[in-house]
C-alpha cells in the first residue's frame, strides 16, 4: 500500500459517501489532488480491490468500499481530524450548567446531542457504579421472617432487596448486624465487595454466622445489580429514514438493544470502530443486528479507568472523517467534567 493507493482509496471512500453511487476512474482522475491517469487509477483500483478494500457491485459500475477499506481509510487516510474550534465553544455552551448535572444526565444530554448532530443512533453504556462507595446499609423487618437490605451509595443511589429467613431476629441481632456492616463496610466500593470478602465476613459473625448469613449474601446480590451496567439508547429514529438499512433490522434492534451490550463492554483502547459485515471481528465474536451498518466506540474514564463507553451506530456508508471527531469530543468532555466533579468533591 504504497501512498498514492492510500490516496485512491480515500478519494473513492470520500466519493462514494458524498454521492452513494460507485465510483469509477474517471470521477477520481478529475479530482485535483490527483495528478495520475485514468489508466493508473484503473490500475490501483484493482489492486485495491484484489486486497479487499474495494468491490465492484455490477460488471459494469465503479467501485465502492468494503468494510475492510472503510478500515484502512479511517486508520490510515483521516489523519487525525479533528472538530473546528469553533464548532468545540458551540457545543461547550451545552455544558454550561455544567456544575449541577450528575453523570446520569450528562450521558444522557451526550447522546441526545450526538444523536441530533450525526443523525446516527448514539448509545452509551454507564460503568459509573463501579466507582460507588458504601455509605450505608439497613434491615428493615416487613413481615414474619421477612426483612428487607437497603443499601445506599455515597452517590446517592438506593436499592433493596427482601430476604426471607428462616428465623426471626431480635432487636439485639438486627442491632449486630446493622452496626457490623457499618463498621467493615462503610466506605469500601461496591467493586470491592468479592465473595471472599463475604465469605470473610460472614465467619467473623461467629455466633450470629448462621442466622445473618443470608443477609450478608443478599447484600453481596444487591451490590452486583447496582455494577450492572446500564444502557442508553437515543436517535433510533434516524436509524428509520436511512435508505441503506433495513427497517425490519431496525425493529429488531430497537425490541432488542441490550444484544449491543457485548460489544460495548469489549476490550479496547481510543476509538474503535466495528462493521456488520465482519462477521467475526476483531475479537472472533462480534455479532450485528442491523446489517450494512457499523458502529464508532469511545470510552469516558474516571481516575485513569474506563467509566463508560459512548457510540454511534449508523449506516456503513458513513462520513467517519466528520462523525469520529464529534464522538472523540463528547468522550474527553464527559471525562474532564467527571474528573472536576471528583475534584470539587475532595
Do not use: W
Request: net charge negative.
Amino acid at each position: 500500500m504504497d501512498d498514492r493507493k492510500l490516496r485512491i482509496l480515500a478519494a473513492v471512500v470520500d466519493e462514494y459517501v458524498t454521492t452513494g453511487e460507485p465510483v469509477g476512474s474517471k470521477a477520481i482522475a478529475a479530482l485535483p489532488d490527483i495528478n495520475v491517469s485514468s489508466a493508473t487509477i484503473r490500475n490501483d483500483m484493482a489492486v485495491l480491490e484484489q486486497l479487499g478494500l474495494l468491490e465492484q457491485p455490477h460488471t459494469s459500475a465503479g467501485r465502492v468500499p468494503t468494510f475492510q477499506g472503510y478500515q484502512v481509510y479511517i486508520e490510515k487516510c483521516m489523519n487525525g481530524a479533528k472538530l473546528p474550534e469553533e464548532e468545540k465553544q458551540r457545543l461547550d455552551h451545552m455544558f454550561t450548567d455544567e456544575s449541577v448535572l450528575t453523570e446520569d444526565v450528562l450521558i444522557q444530554s451526550a447522546t441526545t446531542a450526538l444523536a441530533e448532530i450525526t443523525k446516527c443512533a448514539a448509545v452509551a453504556v454507564n460503568a459509573m457504579p463501579q466507582f460507588s462507595v458504601i455509605s450505608k446499609v439497613e434491615v428493615i423487618p416487613t413481615g414474619k421472617r421477612l426483612y428487607v437490605i437497603l443499601l445506599i451509595t455515597s452517590e446517592g443511589s438506593i436499592k433493596n432487596k427482601a430476604c426471607r429467613l428462616e428465623f426471626d431476629l431480635n432487636e439485639e441481632q438486627l442491632s449486630y448486624f446493622t452496626g457490623y456492616l457499618t463498621e467493615h463496610l462503610s466506605g469500601v466500593s461496591l467493586s470491592e465487595l468479592s465473595p471472599e470478602m463475604v465469605d470473610q465476613l460472614v465467619t467473623a459473625m461467629g455466633a450470629y454466622m448462621v442466622t445473618l448469613a443470608p443477609l450478608v449474601q443478599g447484600l453481596y446480590e444487591l451490590s452486583r445489580d447496582m455494577m450492572r451496567s446500564e444502557l442508553t439508547v437515543n436517535g433510533t429514529r434516524n436509524l428509520l429514514t436511512c435508505n441503506e438499512l433495513e427497517p425490519q433490522d431496525i425493529v429488531e434492534f430497537m425490541e432488542h438493544q441490550d444484544v449491543i451490550m457485548p460489544l460495548l463492554n469489549d476490550t479496547f483502547s481510543g476509538i474503535h470502530v466495528m462493521f456488520s459485515d465482519d462477521p467475526k471481528g476483531e475479537n472472533g465474536q462480534q455479532t450485528f443486528v442491523i446489517g450494512n451498518s457499523s458502529m464508532i466506540v469511545g470510552q469516558y474514564q474516571k481516575d485513569g479507568r474506563t467509566a463508560g463507553r459512548l457510540g454511534l451506530i449508523g449506516p456503513m456508508r458513513l462520513n467517519y472523517a466528520k462523525v469520529i471527531p464529534y464522538l472523540q469530543y463528547f468522550t474527553d468532555k464527559i471525562t474532564n467534567l467527571i474528573s472536576e466533579k471528583e475534584d470539587d468533591s475532595i
